[in-house]
């Protein structure tokens, strides 16, 4: 069984930036695909970003392509989602996610393991 504990969240102005965390607890975070996915209050949650097993795919929800940067630390055990030029829509909660597949797409039953979330909130 996988642990994931997200940090990193809070509140920032538009135009800002953050950096959430990911680190799987009782296992090798190696072993699993991981992604970022979001919920906005009264919305459904939706896939933000993906990195396959090796770091070697990325994938991103064109809403933030080209100013989130998902990563893998392999030596920290931990990925990790850089969020630039901020925006209010941005708004939601952020949940890590990790799959035993080599790639695990946008869609969230194809991930196995959450994270309890962690809040971001942009201001205008």
């Known amino acids: 069984q996988v642990q994931l504990v997200e940090s990193g969240g809070g509140l920032v102005q538009a135009g800002g930036s953050l950096r959430l965390s990911c680190a799987p607890s009782?296992?090798?975070?190696?072993?699993?695909?991981m992604g970022w996915f979001r919920q906005a209050p009264g919305k459904n949650r939706e896939f933000v970003a993906t990195?396959?097993?090796?770091?070697?795919?990325?994938y991103y929800a064109d809403s933030v392509k080209g100013r989130f940067t998902i990563s893998r630390d392999k030596a920290k055990n931990t990925v990790y989602l850089q969020m630039n030029s901020l925006k209010p829509e941005d708004t939601a909660v952020y949940y890590c996610?990790?799959?035993?597949?080599?790639?695990?797409?946008?869609?969230?039953?194809?991930?196995?393991?959450w994270g309890q979330g962690t809040q971001v909130t942009v201001s205008s």
């Open positions: 990195i396959s097993r090796t770091g070697g795919s990325t």
């Open positions: 996610a990790a799959s035993t597949a080599n790639y695990a797409g946008t869609v969230a039953d194809g991930y196995g393991y």
């Open positions: 009782g296992r090798t975070f190696s072993s699993y695909a």
